[in-house]
């Protein structure tokens, strides 16, 4: 069975948003922590982020979300993705605390790469860019799964699945041991139907955002078609 990744955005609204996606059939919770200036993150993204910083949501109120939404699902996998320097403003150590406390399963630091802060549990990524020897390293320091980023950009939706992604994934799968989820530019049944095809899991993050600005019933019924499209394979 393929993995079903979905992001979220870190909102008061995001625990009942959540439920709505694994009632769809979502297998991991991403629930992004916002930050000023995140480099990754193409305009959705970056614009979910905003609203929720002017809505109030700090580092204390994303971890108050995290806690409620482990409550409303308390089996689905949880992991917040931010960025390095909301870890240090915040405090390594005590950030690592105070996500595993309020129900993290990992984390994922999108600007930190393997071999820097390596106490810290997380999630890893590589690109199309990587070396094979970065790949491998990512691979070992990975806690349990290696996040293929399929194309070289932001996130977003694309036209078309990145034809990058098949030569990553051959890659990696040589060089490293832990499950493989691709995500970035993936946002259609088809896409995540194309990428499952080459990799064990897809993530799926400025779509998701957009049908949950539309609400539980429509973000469900969305991650729904995904999984459909993932269970024929």
Sequence with gaps: MKTLVIYLMADPETPELARAAVDGGADVVEIGFPFSDPLADGP????????????????????????????????????????????????????????????????????????????????????????DERIAYAGEQTDGWLYLVALTGTTGARGDLSPALGGLVERARRLVAAPLYAGFGISTPEHARAAAELADGVVVGSRAVQMADEGPVALREYVASLRGALDIL
């Design 44 to 131: 959705v993204i970056r614009r979910a982020g905003e609203r929720a910083l002017a809505r109030g949501m700090r580092t204390r109120e994303c971890l108050e979300v995290l806690a409620r939404t482990r409550r409303l699902v308390p089996e689905t996998p949880l992991i917040p993705m931010t960025y390095s320097s909301l870890l240090e403003a915040y405090g390594w150590d005590r950030f690592a605390a105070d996500v595993e406390s309020a129900g993290a399963t990992s984390m994922i630091v999108a600007d930190l790469p393997a071999g820097e802060r390596p106490e810290v549990r997380r999630v890893q990524l590589v690109a199309p860019t990587s070396t």
